[in-house]
């Protein structure tokens, strides 16, 4: 089963994206972007790691994951509502808000 991390600060959205990959075959942990994230990705190994960045202040979480050897390569996938070229993140996939469940469910897939 392929394990998927999902950083994001609102939890709602946290368990709605979880309920959504784990009815879909995916293993699922959540983590609040406000705390500190590095521990349980170590621990989880993710294949995939969902990365929502609402502003700033949590560029500094894509790189800690891609800096760190334990984590860094997974695959990221960005949820941002700004444009691709002015992230300074290596993602693998962007995807741009608003966006369909479904769309994420592709770019997971296809890192996966």
Aim: aromatic share 4%; glycine share 0%.
């Amino acid at each position: 089963m392929k394990k998927v991390a999902v950083i994001n600060s609102d939890p709602d959205f946290r368990r709605l994206v979880k309920s959504f990959l784990e009815r879909k075959g995916y293993a699922a942990l959540t983590i609040n972007i406000d705390e500190p994230v590095l521990p349980p990705l170590i621990e989880l190994q993710p294949d995939v790691i969902v990365l929502d960045i609402n502003a700033e202040k949590d560029a500094h979480v894509c790189e800690q994951i891609r800096r760190h050897e334990k984590v860094r390569r997974a695959r990221l996938v960005i949820l941002t509502e700004y444009h691709p070229d002015t992230l300074q993140c290596d993602a693998d996939e962007v995807l741009i808000k608003p966006f369909a469940p479904e769309d994420l469910l592709e770019k997971i897939a296809l890192l996966a």
